[in-house]
């Protein structure tokens, strides 16, 4: 039986604006087990990223419970924090933006290393050497600055960095979405491969689909700060019951020349202000089947069938269809 790792309980975040709070994670549920990845996925905005920074307390949490291995998170003292560091760790979206241009490809590396005195001085530069081949970065890089490098390499340094401190769990924030294609394919295979190797444990952001359901064994679909659906990969996308995780997954291609196309759902209507949200159901106004129960109340998360969530008034008459 698989040990749950991540569990996150009534996860919120609020941010103070001049017209009101703003919902950026409302009431988020979840469980990601060992060696499994979560994706997550829906439109900018919707609360990916601060989920995530909430989990690892880069962001401090409005309210909610965020468990590793048994042990609160959200609770900890900075010294109890800074230990969990070293196992819990980021791949930031922006290769470029995340790494200190001052620094080079080995003190890039070294940094947390020294912080948590993972290797004695003198096996450093060795240990450098070493995870520079686990990512694919060539030796003769080792003295480099990031603007020397390109996105492709720049990532890869920031996947070593992350993998430098042995951790358990990483948060892969849209970590190829600034990459070419080609070098998407890359790093994810990279990424797959670390999982394997190091038995690593994801939750990988991102809004593409297609990338998300080769990559994640567990899909939750986020809006306006809300999980509005969650399942295995395989079933999301062969069964998928909210409207706006159908309408997500009617804008994939499919990749058959000549073969048969999907009918394109076409989301109209305006998208609801996270500012002082009502007491209704998020997606509403964009819905083609909302009705007078989607205006006067949020839907909760709800398991239809083992492992399938789903938060919609109207759920059951999409799975008699």
């Known amino acids: 039986m698989s040990k749950t790792m991540i569990e996150v309980q009534n996860l919120t975040k609020y941010f103070k604006t001049p017209k009101g709070m703003l919902h950026a994670v409302d009431g988020v549920n979840f469980t990601i087990d060992e060696g499994k990845t979560l994706g997550v996925v829906g439109e ?17 949490p409005t309210d909610g419970k965020v ?26 979206q922006d290769p470029f933006s995340s790494l200190d241009p ?19 001085k003198d ?33 890869r340094i920031g996947v070593a960095r992350a993998i430098s401190l042995n951790p358990k769990f990483i948060v892969c924030d849209e970590p190829v979405s600034a990459l070419d294609v080609s070098i998407q394919a890359q790093i994810l295979n990279l990424l797959k491969e670390l999982q394997r190797d190091l038995g690593l444990t994801y939750m990988f952001i991102t809004h593409d689909l297609s990338v998300v359901n080769h990559f994640s064994d567990d899909i939750a679909v986020m809006y306006l700060g809300q999980l509005v659906e969650k399942a295995p990969a395989e079933e999301l996308f062969a069964n998928p019951i909210h409207p706006y995780t159908q309408a997500l997954l009617s804008a994939i291609p499919i990749p058959e020349v000549g073969g048969p196309k999907r009918e394109r759902i076409l989301l109209k209507g305006e998208i609801t202000s996270p500012v002082n949200l009502p007491d209704e159901c998020r997606f509403a106004k964009r819905c083609n089947y909302s009705c007078e129960a989607c205006r006067q109340s949020d839907p909760k998360l709800v398991e239809i069938v083992p492992g399938h969530f789903v938060a919609c008034h109207r759920m059951n008459e999409f799975i008699n269809h």
């Open 44 to 60: 900018s905005g919707c609360g990916k990223s601060t989920t995530g920074r909430c989990i690892l307390r880069l962001i401090e």
């Open 67 to 92: 468990f590793f291995e048994g042990q609160d998170v959200t609770a900890m003292s900075s010294r109890q924090l800074h230990d969990m560091r070293q196992k819990m760790q980021i791949i930031f």
């Open 123 to 155: 096996q450093l530069h060795a240990k450098t050497r070493e995870l520079m081949d686990m990512v694919g970065l060539a030796g003769r890089l080792i003295n480099t600055y990031p603007h020397e490098l390109d996105g492709g390499r720049r990532q």
């Open 102 to 120: 001052r620094k080079t490809v080995a003190q890039t590396i070294q940094e947390p290393m020294i912080e948590f005195k993972i290797v004695p």
